[in-house]
């Protein structure tokens, strides 16, 4: 249980363009879910808290213009990266909270979406 | 808000031996401390987390301890086998709110 799919896996594009990342929660319901940055041999870096059916927590320094996120249903949040460019290349990854079924401070990690920007 | 620092940033050991990972918190209101192993081009999984009601905690091979007056929580593995080889963090957090993670240790397993 508490699996966590991320769509693409990775992803290769112009600069300039934008990138869509898909999180879906596929045996359980999230509430919250969260995106993270993180660069090679570095930490995982928070960017937002995705509340569904509101607006995003983007943390300090992340662009909310720029990381686009969307938590339409309780299973699916997205992160949109617009006009991207190179140094947006990183590895992407979200993770969720089921709030039903297992303690509510726990989060289960998405496999991550790798990003390269051209 | 809540600094997690981490040490070593690399591990290595024999095969067999123990590996102990030690981490610092800041923020006391702190009550959540979950450990994640990322294997190379993966989303980091959950190993074992402690709270701040109980001092340890075991699953198996792995171990956690939590020293909330001293403010730092350390991870144990016993009888390493290669598997294990992967990068670990440690995190914290109050309650249902985001996590802070450490810097992370490289942790190396010789055959």
């Known amino acids: 249980g508490a699996v966590v799919s991320q769509h693409p896996s990775r992803v290769i594009c112009k600069s300039g363009t934008s990138v869509k990342i898909e999180c879906r929660s596929l045996?359980?319901?999230?509430?919250?879910m969260f995106w993270y940055r993180q660069f090679p041999k570095q930490s995982l870096m928070l960017m937002a808290t995705?509340?569904?059916?509101?607006?995003?927590?983007?943390e300090q320094g992340v662009e909310k213009d720029k990381f686009l996120i969307n938590h339409a249903s309780l299973t699916l949040s997205t992160l949109t990266v617009t006009s991207a460019h190179p140094e947006d290349s990183s590895f992407y990854i979200c993770?969720?909270?089921?709030?039903?079924?297992?303690?509510?401070?726990?989060?289960?990690f998405g496999p991550g979406t790798r990003l390269l920007v051209l | 808000g809540e600094n997690v620092e981490q040490h070593p940033s690399t591990l290595s050991v024999q095969e067999g031996d123990s590996a102990v990972i030690k981490c610092t918190y800041s923020?006391?209101?702190?009550?959540?401390f979950p450990w994640y192993k990322q294997e190379l081009g993966k989303g980091p999984q959950l190993i074992i987390d402690?709270?701040?009601?109980?001092g340890e905690k075991k699953d198996q091979r792995i171990a956690v301890t939590l020293n909330k007056t001293a403010k730092h929580f350390s991870l144990h593995i016993t009888e390493t086998q290669p598997e294990d080889s992967a990068v670990y963090f440690c995190?914290?957090?109050?309650?249902?709110?985001?996590?802070?993670f450490g810097q992370g240790t490289r942790l190396t397993i010789n055959p």
């Open positions: 995705s509340n569904e059916g509101s607006k995003a927590t983007y």
């Open positions: 993770s969720a909270r089921d709030v039903a079924g297992g303690p509510v401070e726990t989060q289960y």
């Open positions: 995190s914290g957090g109050q309650g249902a709110q985001k996590l802070v």
């Open positions: 923020d006391s209101a702190s009550n959540y």
């Open positions: 402690i709270r701040s009601n109980v």
């Open positions: 045996d359980f319901q999230a509430t919250t």
